[in-house]
Every structure is written in structure tokens, then in C-alpha cells.
Nanobody, 127 residues
Framework: QVQLVESGGGLVQTGGSLRLSCAASGRTFSSNYMGWFRQAPGKEREFVAAIRWSDSSTYYADSVKGRFTISGDNAKNTVYLQMNSLKPEDTAVYYC????????????????????WGQGTQVTVSS
């Protein structure tokens, strides 16, 4: 059984930084790409960033481009999200997700493009 476990969320002031981590476990786990999504109260889950392991390509939502950086280690089944210059509108529950190797990367920005999800970690940015 595959499990994704996020950590690193918390409370930070506007302009501050946080680093989220996601560790995947499971005897046969492997992925084509992994990503981060977030969901604020009353809103739909939205794409934040993704990384494709084959060539380390990264993808970002326009709202976080230049402030957030996704990275990871495919061999260790881990992915990180470095979040800088945080704004109150970044407040949300952040979810890690992984796509099985058979997935084609064109769906990286949609929740339906992923097969496994973590339980989420809360990020709160105070003004």
C-alpha cells in the first residue's frame, strides 16, 4: 500500500518562508511525476507545482512562480516545496500527490492526473 506523508506546514508571517516535505512509502512505489496542490476553505483544490522525474522538468502555477520551488529525489521517493515570500492568500491545506509511471505528464496540473495523495498539511500566513 502506498502512503504519502507531508510535513513542514505551520504558521508564518507575510513575507516569511516554509519548506514542505513529502515522503512516499510502499514496497512497489514508483512514479512518473509528483506534485503539490492546495485547498483553501470554500475553494476547489488547485495546482501549485509539479516535477517530472525523467528530465527533472518543473511546472508552476502562475500565482506561485518565482516564489515557490519544487525539488526532490526520485530514488528516495521524496519531494519538497520551498515557499518564499509567502502571502496571506497562500493560506491553505497543502497536499502532496504522485502519479503512477503509466500516467502521461500532460495531466500534471489536474487532480485527476494523480493516483496517490497525502493527508495534507496546513499552511497559514498571517498578515
Amino acid at each position: 500500500q502506498v502512503q504519502l506523508v507531508e510535513s513542514g506546514g505551520g504558521l508564518v508571517q507575510t513575507g516569511g518562508s516554509l519548506r514542505l516535505s513529502c515522503a512516499a512509502s510502499g514496497r512497489t512505489f514508483s512514479s512518473n511525476y509528483m506534485g503539490w496542490f492546495r485547498q483553501a476553505p470554500g475553494k476547489e483544490r488547485e495546482f501549485v507545482a509539479a516535477i517530472r522525474w525523467s528530465d527533472s522538468s518543473t511546472y508552476y502555477a502562475d500565482s506561485v512562480k518565482g516564489r515557490f520551488t519544487i525539488s526532490g529525489d526520485n530514488a528516495k521517493n521524496t519531494v519538497y516545496l520551498q515557499m518564499n515570500s509567502l502571502k496571506p492568500e497562500d493560506t491553505a491545506v497543502y497536499y502532496c500527490a504522485a502519479a503512477v509511471p503509466s500516467r502521461y505528464y500532460t495531466e500534471y496540473h489536474r487532480p485527476r492526473g494523480y493516483d496517490y495523495w497525502g493527508q495534507g498539511t496546513q499552511v497559514t500566513v498571517s498578515s
